[in-house]
């Protein structure tokens, strides 16, 4: 896809301002500026430079990204817009040039005769398998315009819950990483100048002074060391929770934590009961739904559990027969869906699944929000007193024999 770069200028403030810009050709750049009440004084075709190939890079397309594109699109093909055409208006929309890039692609593509599905499963990096597969059903039934409307609406959900977990965790992460800062920079330059005097009168020092001295000289000589060693676990770590046996065992593990065990059990029923509702509501069979739904639910668990549901439907069975001996799906989740099944509401079953773990997850984020404040403050009470009884008290104590 072309990117030019212009200057131009705006004609109310007179202001100029030189840009790259991802467009299907230079014509549609320029009338894109001009309804944006700007005059054209260059534009030159830049594909090739370093600065449009770093902008490339520089920009990635996030999750928050997608989300807005689904729910503008969505707007657009509602209001009986051609698809073409409001992916030409969307490149204005946005600020991403990542982006802009892409749907410029995109708008070249389905110009071109290729279908929308198809143009978006050429970029499986950016688009799920889910998202994919629901443009396509709505493409097969004509029903476009309300499979996108869905589509966005549940990815904003979901980005909504994704952003609450990481507001969740940045306050302790933050608390906990500046704790160990201050901490390496204690043990290093400030413990050794107050702990000298001490080791100087040969007196008999606390077991715990003696581990604080220790400690401390053993991180003066091996701190880039233990740099090194701490940087090799963590790529060992990654590397081996990358392989299927150790992704196995970190999902497992997700799954009986304390507290947080509950929640993610949460989150991953809200991916499946989400997911297959969309799916369905889609017009996707629900042996399809299934296949996609196990590859996006994000937990191993939880996929072979879907894969096993299956092969139990394709064996005749109902939907709920899996997971009524699961210790990993709830009660309460196979009685409702096996209601649905009866009813043939399906769909709007799932959804209610869906909003009551919803608000679980939610309330459960709510209060570790809450409960960590207190639970840091303890933390770093406790840091700060074994540092007084280690290094100020035999101190005090030597002090106050003079």
Known sequence: MPIFKYTAKNNSTGKKKTKLEAGISENEVV?????????????????????????????????KDLVIFSRQFSVMISANVPVVESLLILIGQTD????????????????????????????????????????????????????????ADEMEKSYDMSAKIKGAMIYPIFILAGLSGVGVVLMVYVIPNLT??????????????????????????????????????????????QSTPGRYQMDA???????????????????????????LKGGVTITR????????????????????????????????????????????????????????????????????YGREAGMMLANLSTLMEPIIMVVMGLGVGVMVAAVLMPMYNMASQF
């Open 31 to 63: 009338l894109d500026l001009r309804r944006h009440d700007f005059s054209v004084l260059s534009i030159v075709d830049a594909g090739n430079t370093l600065e449009a190939k770093l902008n490339l890079i520089l920009n990635p397309i996030k999750t």
């Open 289 to 356: 739904a299934l296949e996609i739904t196990a590859n996006v639910v994000g937990n191993v668990i939880y996929r072979d559990l879907i894969l096993q549901t299956l092969n139990s439907i394709n064996d005749g069975n109902p939907l709920s027969t899996v997971m009524e001996s699961s210790n990993y799906v709830p009660k309460m989740v196979p009685q409702m869906i096996s209601v649905g099944e009866r009813t043939g509401r399906l769909d709007t079953v799932l959804d209610k699944i869906t909003d009551f």
């Open 253 to 279: 593990f997700k799954l009986k934590m304390p507290i947080f065990g509950r929640l993610f059990k949460y989150i991953y029923l809200m991916r499946f009961t989400r997911s297959l509702s969309t799916l």
């Open 96 to 151: 991403n040039f990542s982006l802009k890039d892409m749907i410029a692609n995109i708008a070249f593509e389905v110009d071109s005769g290729s279908l929308l599905s198809d143009s978006f499963a050429r970029r499986p990096k950016i688009f799920s398998e889910f998202f994919i597969n629901i443009i396509k059903s709505g493409e097969t039934s004509g029903k476009l315009d309300e499979v996108l409307t869905y589509l």
């Open 196 to 241: 000298s005097i001490l080791t100087e009168t040969g007196m008999r020092l606390p077991l715990a002074t003696r581990i604080i001295i220790g400690l401390s000289g053993f991180l003066q000589k091996y701190l880039l060391l233990v740099g090194f060693v701490i940087a090799g676990i963590i790529m060992a770590a990654r590397y081996y929770l």
